[in-house]
């Protein structure tokens, strides 16, 4: 069965701090995994990686693949208060054009 | 670019009545739309897929008399909760895929529905 495992599943850090956050998978047919940030209403996209060891980048926040190690990270430099949110990872498969999520990491950043 | 819409946000009911949640998708076409639940401090579960001019693909579970999705065109597919009852209470988030391969799905803000 596909699944797609996050850790931590929580976390909280202080302002400034930086932040490592997992994603490891076992999908069928992986085709791309993707990052989405979740506030108080409905996930907005962050990264999405289809390709192993290429760094994708926005701002203070970055993500990479590894494919042959079936996982993916994301970096956060320098927390803000406002990251404060749930991160959730997705895979998705060509078999089933589907995205299998995981079960999120909730970051706390405190002033 | 790629903003869906959800309508409406938040909808309180009585149990026994019907509930339909609009998920539009503004600036694209959308050949594909996904209709997902949130129960709280957990992740999304997805409930069916639909695909414009298409039956909707139900997960196992899902029963497809009580939720039933219609995706009449390529920018609006529309979720009806029948009969709701108070286990039905949750966030009910649609999503939206483009034309095109990619696995982007675009969210739109959540319907949360409270059944009394």
């Known amino acids: 069965e596909d699944k797609v495992v996050q850790s931590p599943l929580s976390l909280v850090v202080h302002e400034g701090d930086t932040v490592t956050l997992n994603c490891s998978y076992e999908?069928?047919?992986?085709?791309?995994l993707l990052w989405y940030k979740q506030e108080k209403k409905a996930p907005t996209f962050l990264f999405m990686l289809t390709s192993s060891g290429i760094e994708k980048k926005s701002g203070r926040l970055s993500s990479i693949l590894d494919k042959k190690e079936l996982s993916s990270i994301l970096n956060i430099t320098a927390t803000q208060t406002g990251d404060s949110a749930i991160y959730l990872c997705?895979?998705?498969?060509?078999?089933?054009?589907?995205?299998?999520f995981g079960q999120g990491t909730t970051l706390q950043v405190k002033p | 670019g790629a903003v869906v819409s959800q309508h409406p946000s938040r909808v309180i009911c009585k149990s026994g009545t019907s509930v339909k949640i609009e998920c539009r998708s503004l600036?694209?076409?959308?050949?594909?739309m996904f209709w997902y639940r949130q129960f709280p401090k957990q992740s999304l579960m997805l409930m069916a897929t639909?695909?414009?001019?298409?039956?909707?693909?139900?997960e196992q579970g899902v029963e497809k008399d009580k939720f039933l999705i219609n995706h009449a065109s390529l920018t609006l597919s529309t979720l009806t909760v029948t009969s709701a009852h108070p286990e039905d209470s949750s966030f009910y988030i649609c999503s939206a895929r483009g034309l095109g391969s990619s696995d982007t799905q675009y969210f739109g803000p959540g319907t949360r529905l409270t059944v009394l």
């Open positions: 600036d694209f076409q959308a050949t594909t």
């Open positions: 639909s695909n414009e001019g298409s039956k909707a693909t139900y």
């Open positions: 997705a895979v998705g498969s060509s078999n089933t054009g589907k995205l299998i």
């Open positions: 999908v069928t047919n992986f085709r791309s």
